[in-house]
């Protein structure tokens, strides 16, 4: 089977090796991006992380589970009109979440748009929704990445009952602490009590000034508290990180040489590593000559 025909058929084709690799048949890695507390960098860390990982030839999927639609236009895209939104599933029995998949401007990343109008405490009645409805797209993509609103506990617990990890994105300050730590026993909660398969969280630092005292103590309780694999170096404050979100881009779709990008690019780095080796591996280029000749 030749390259063409590979690609064809779903494999893909690595744009810098120029090797394809066989993904058809692999489930996405889901992960929530969430904090109760609002503005601690959810909706950055989710377009940011998402673009970095397209960057590496990963197909991924945003999903905006906040009715203020943030992720969705760092990402320059609402939902069209009548079409279906990720809230949809979560009201109706019969709508299918691949109707509402759209393309961004950034190759490699889909976006299921929020629904402006959605108030999620009166009409998340059934936690598993959103995992079911996830389970029918999750073979398009490698990874899922689920934003949430602050403050809306319904919709939380049914984005992490369809995930296996969590982003935890928060400020180096006394009162993040204590919001990590509350989002923690939630967070317990759901592992024990509705889906083991929840396994890992990470807290990722946002707007780091590595020279403030306060700050460094902050991460140093954050460690204590919670182990210090558990914490991720974080994004340095970037205020090209707001200016992006007023261009409705990834901000490395224009400055590539900024300190938040390669930030983000460690920490996808230590996203892949969290969620196992398989994802990470690309096949030598004798593999897919071996693929070549089998088939
Ligand atoms: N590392 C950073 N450096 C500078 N500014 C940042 C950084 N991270 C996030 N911001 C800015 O902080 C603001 C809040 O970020 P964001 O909207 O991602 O937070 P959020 O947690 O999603 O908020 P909400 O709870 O309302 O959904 C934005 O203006 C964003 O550009
Ligand atoms: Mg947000």
Redesign the pocket.
């Given at each position: 089977m030749g390259n063409r025909e590979m690609l064809a058929r779903g494999y893909r084709l690595h744009s810098e090796t120029g090797t394809v690799r066989d993904r058809r048949h692999r489930r996405a890695r889901v992960l929530t991006i969430a904090?109760n507390?609002?503005?601690?960098?959810?909706?950055?860390?989710v377009v940011n992380l998402a673009a970095e990982l397209a960057s590496r030839d990963y197909r991924v999927l945003v999903v905006d589970l906040?009715s203020?639609g943030?992720a969705g236009r760092?990402l320059g895209r609402v939902a069209r009109t009548r079409s279906v939104t990720v809230h949809d599933v979560l009201r109706r029995l019969d709508a299918s979440l691949e109707d509402g998949v759209v393309e961004t401007l950034d190759p490699g990343v889909d976006l299921l748009p929020a629904d402006g109008n959605f108030d999620g405490d009166v009409h998340v009645s059934d936690p598993c929704r959103l995992a079911r409805a996830l389970d029918e797209i999750v073979w398009h993509y490698d990874v899922v990445l689920i934003?949430t609103?602050?403050s809306v506990p319904r919709l939380l617990v049914a984005a992490l009952m369809a995930s296996e990890a969590v982003l935890i994105?928060a400020l180096l300050d006394d009162l993040s602490i204590d919001g990590v730590t509350r989002f923690m026993r939630t967070f317990h909660e759901v592992v024990t009590g509705h889906n083991a398969a929840l396994g890992t969280a990470l807290i990722v630092p946002?707007?780091?000034d590595t020279r403030s005292a306060l700050q460094r103590a902050a991460l140093d309780e954050l460690g204590r508290r919670f182990g210090r694999d558990r914490v991720s170096a974080g994004?340095?404050?970037?205020?090209g990180?707001?200016e992006?979100?007023a261009r409705r881009r990834p901000l490395r779709a224009f400055r590539r040489a900024s300190r938040?990008v390669a930030?983000f690019a460690d920490l996808a780095d230590q996203v892949l590593r969290l969620l196992g080796e398989e994802l990470i591996r690309m096949p030598a280029p004798d593999e897919v000559a071996a693929v070549e000749t089998t088939d």
């Open positions: 904090n507390k609002g503005g601690v960098g959810k909706s950055t860390t906040d203020q943030h760092g934003d609103p602050p994105p946002m707007r780091v994004i340095r404050i970037d205020i990180l707001s992006a979100f938040a930030d």
